[in-house]
C-alpha cells in the first residue's frame, strides 16, 4: 500500500515500526468507534489476538492528525514490547525509540530534499 502524500505521519510511524521491529507483525486499521474491554472510548487499542494472530493496532479516526500519529506510535509500542508491559519502563523505552526513528526518517526524507 502506498500512501499518496508524501509527509504521511503515520506510514512514517509504521516505516520507523518495522525498521527497529522488523520481526513483529500487525495490522493496524482505523475506526470511528474504538473501545477498550471496560466499554470506555478510547483513542486507539492494541488487541493481541487469542488465536495466535497478528497483533491488531486500532486507531480512532474522530481524532486530528497529529494526535492520531502519537496513537499509532503508542499503540505500535504496545505491539514491540507486549501488551503485559502496559507503560512501564520497557513500553516507554519502546516508545521513545519509535520517535527517535521516526524523527531520523522524518530528518532524512525532508532535510535531503533541501540540499
Same mark, same amino acid.
Given at each position: ?27 493496524? !486499521? ?10 470506555? +472510548? =478510547?483513542?486507539?487499542? $492494541?488487541? *493481541?489476538?487469542?488465536d ?24 505500535? !509500542?504496545h ?9 512501564? +519502563? =520497557?513500553w516507554?523505552? $519502546?516508545? *521513545? ?15 535531503e530534499?533541501?540540499?
Amino acid at each position: 500500500m502506498e500512501s499518496p502524500f508524501v509527509n504521511d505521519g503515520c506510514a512514517i510511524v509504521y516505516l520507523a515500526f518495522k525498521s527497529l521491529y522488523p520481526e513483529k507483525q500487525v495490522v493496524c !486499521a482505523l475506526d470511528n468507534n474504538v473501545y477498550a474491554d471496560d466499554g470506555t +472510548e =478510547v483513542w486507539g487499542m $492494541a488487541t *493481541d489476538p487469542r488465536d495466535g494472530g497478528d497483533m491488531v493496532v486500532t486507531v480512532s479516526a474522530n481524532q486530528n492528525v497529529n494526535c492520531m500519529i502519537e496513537t499509532l506510535a503508542h499503540e505500535l !509500542a504496545h505491539v514491540a514490547v507486549g501488551v503485559e508491559h502496559e507503560h512501564d +519502563e =520497557v513500553w516507554k523505552q $519502546a516508545f *521513545d525509540a519509535l520517535f527517535a526513528e521516526y524523527n531520523r526518517i522524518g530528518d532524512e526524507m525532508f532535510n535531503e530534499k533541501e540540499r
